[in-house]
């Protein structure tokens, strides 16, 4: 069976979760090859989880210049892996960091690329949720080893345990194309889980009203434990951060639950956010477009409904 | 320094955006317009040449049309355009965009190509690496924040959860998040002036390109279907008994 690789996402010597739900998509398509690009040592300490979550391979591709450039040794090291393995598929996820890798490597190895797939199945056709969720649309690539850059959250992580053999590969950076990374400023995550993948999701918009004023959001998402969104004119108006935009030109997410939070939805913020399970609204504005496509919409002060609400989670989990 | 921006007309994301029958884009079911994204790049390129010296060129692929994008940005302030028009194109997938883009940048003289970090309607947001590994350049993505000193780009680019401080030799290939820039409105003056600037059109011969045009795409489509909308579901005034009402329907839906 042909090998499937996978680019595996990790930090902080953990293996991200979105990397399971890439092995459980590889296992439909053939035999998974986890592709870990880490400083040595990487793979030793993720080579456990792997195995649980179904890498029949674990390619242990580590130097000290990864961290130090952008994206080229994961490119680097993923052309080495496919020119000795002729995989069926090379599957990243769908994130900045992943369509570099991916456009990069789709040149370099003549391959089609598919980016933002919510499915995939066994015969290698990729689904496409387009224009916010609005057209479905089924794509195939029609190149030996095609790259598809799978959304986080789409596919549910099967884990099945693997063979977990590790191989190490050789790769080595082109300093010609190479960027250089001096410093990373990441805001602590603390305890909600990451925007794009989490499985439920609680923004705040206009009507939150100011940043302290968030803290009513941030309450509620605690008490669902939920990650935090906030809609553009939110995010413009400077109650909060850049990096938590959901939206057309933010984050786009597809959780179990979204609550919006005086949020009026304008298209380009449903365009971010309706291809979720289950919504549900509260806002002043009784025409908000937020209601058109609420599974259960409040109307209301959202500074009354959502303590409520965190209240009445925080009872029926204690 | 001189800049090449490449720019997209694409549907207005404030209309409906429909797909025909063959999964290509309906450009007539919605507005067109230049991506907001790229009259970002085209603002940060005439502020770094009004920095350091130098011309900016608008780069386009698309049908006809289109050139009613690279006029926008001319009128901006752009200093000539280039269009890459062929009948034989339509229905390019991103590698395809990115060789007959790569061809066309090319035949220009440039430091630095700048691009949006991903077009609203195709969303890929692949083009500008493909671009880089085609060129043999480095590049950065989503950069919120740019200077230019001697030979040398730094950038802020955004990652997962916030943003890095990266460093490239010029010549490089720059994406751009919506954070880089405010555009400014051309005025009377630069819309006048647009119509004199130079524009210059490429086809597929001029660009020796192969395996164009979309029976000859790596990526095919296999169906596309408009998906039914959500149906909106209850909805309920509140009397003070709201909180209590949404907790009783997310529990009945066990979502607490």
Known sequence: MSEVLVLVEHAEGAVRTITGELLTAARRLGSPAAVVVGVPGTTDSLRADLTALGAEKIYAAESDDVGKYLVTPQVAALAAAAQGASPAAILLPNTVDGKDIGGRLAVRLGSGLIADAVDLDAEGVATQSIFGGSYTVQTKVTTPAPIVLLRQNAISAEPQAGAGEVTALEFSVDPATATTVTAVHVEPAGDRPELAGAQTVVSGGRGVGSAEQFAVVEDLADALGAAVGASRAAVDSGYYPQQFQVGQTGTTVSPQLYVALGISGAIQHRAGMQTSKTIVAVNKDPDAPIFEIADFGVVGDLFDVAPKLSEEVKARKA | ?256
Do not use: W
């Open chain 2, 1 to 256: 320094m001189d800049i090449a921006v490449l720019v997209k007309q694409v549907p207005d994301t404030y209309s409906e955006r429909k797909l025909r029958d063959d999964g290509t884009l309906d450009r007539a079911a919605a507005d067109a317009v230049i991506d907001e994204i790229d009259s970002r790049g085209v603002e940060i390129a005439l502020q770094l040449t009004e920095q350091h010296g130098g011309e900016v060129t608008v780069v386009t692929m698309g049908p006809d049309r289109a050139t009613e994008t690279l006029r926008k940005a001319l009128a901006m302030g752009a200093h000539q355009a280039v269009h890459v028009v062929d009948d034989g194109l339509a229905g390019s997938d991103a590698l395809q965009t990115s060789a007959a883009l790569a061809a066309a940048l090319k035949t220009l003289t440039f430091d630095l190509v700048i691009t949006g970090n991903e077009a609203s309607d195709g969303k890929s947001g692949t083009v500008p690496a493909m671009l880089a590994e085609r060129l043999g350049l480095p590049s950065v993505s989503s950069a919120r924040a740019v200077s230019v000193d001697g030979s040398t780009l730094s950038a802020e680019k955004i990652v997962d959860g916030g943003y890095a401080e990266v460093t490239a030799s010029l010549p490089a290939v720059l994406s751009v998040s919506e954070k880089i820039a405010e555009p400014r409105y051309p005025n009377f003056k630069g819309i006048m002036a647009a119509k004199k600037k130079p524009l210059t059109t490429l086809g597929i011969a001029e660009l020796g390109l192969e395996n164009t045009g979309g029976a000859a795409a790596p990526c095919q489509v296999v169906s596309s279907s408009p998906k039914p909308p959500r149906e909106a579901g209850q909805k309920v005034t509140d009397d003070g008994t709201g909180g209590s009402q949404l907790a009783a329907f997310l529990a009945a839906e066990r979502l607490i």
